[in-house]
């Protein structure tokens, strides 16, 4: 199996498939098919349960579509459901994921739902997250660009409440406040994630509960 990321920061992702290579995708994530492609539509690996949670807690599809080549050669394009970059993570740990961030993945990865706790409701306002299972590449978009930051163990950074996308669970976080009284009231900064290396963070670039504030004053106001 070989892949490309085209088009970013508007990005799809192609794949070239030959016999028998597999790809698991989110419902809907589907751009073009191109060669003798079969496409499959089946809950989550897991059963009825696990597609469930993810369904409802992680905001994730009930149904997956798994894309299989019977000939070498095969096209698959993919791409999210945010304006922004496509990125390519290798897993071969827990991670816990943005719901909403997953486009796809290789066959032996799927997704769980994972309880954050009350003190713990990260990526804005969730309680419940989405986690990998298994091992392989997982492919996730995001809003503006993805970058990497690799912490060594002990060293810490602050996040924005809404700029994660995907976090290795070797770090260790937590939700706290950021500065004084006067900046939660007026800098915008009330809350913050606290992570703790070793991990391996992925962030988006934009916020998009500030996309939707900078768009209200141009909506049309109700009589």
């Known amino acids: 199996m070989e892949y490309e990321i085209v088009k970013n920061p ?30 499959e539509t089946r809950m989550r690996k897991g059963g009825f349960l696990k597609s469930l949670k993810a369904a409802a807690l992680g905001g994730e599809s009930f149904f997956v579509n798994e894309f299989i080549a019977e000939e070498d050669n095969c096209k698959l394009g993919l791409t999210g459901n945010m304006l922004g970059d496509i990125e390519v993570i290798d897993v071969n740990e827990e991670f816990i994921v943005q719901s909403g961030s997953f486009v796809g993945s290789t066959a032996d990865l799927t997704l769980d739902t994972k309880w954050q706790g009350f003190t713990k409701g990260i990526f804005g306002s969730n309680l419940f997250m989405l986690k990998t299972v298994g091992t392989g590449q997982m492919f996730v978009n995001a809003w503006g660009g993805i970058l990497r930051k690799d912490l060594q163990s002990g060293e810490k950074m602050y996040l924005d409440n809404y700029q994660l996308v995907a976090l290795s669970s ?16 007026f800098g915008g900064e009330a809350l913050v994630l606290e992570i703790i290396g070793p991990g391996t963070v992925y962030i988006q670039t934009k916020n998009i509960m500030e996309f939707v504030r900078a768009l209200i004053p141009f909506l049309p106001k109700r009589n």
């Open 10 to 39: 508007m990005g799809l992702i192609e794949f070239t498939l030959n016999q028998g290579e597999k790809i698991t995708a989110e419902a809907a994530a589907m751009v073009f098919i191109k060669g003798n492609l079969k496409t």
């Open 170 to 185: 070797t770090a260790e976080y937590r939700v706290t406040k950021h500065g004084s009284l006067k900046t939660t009231l």
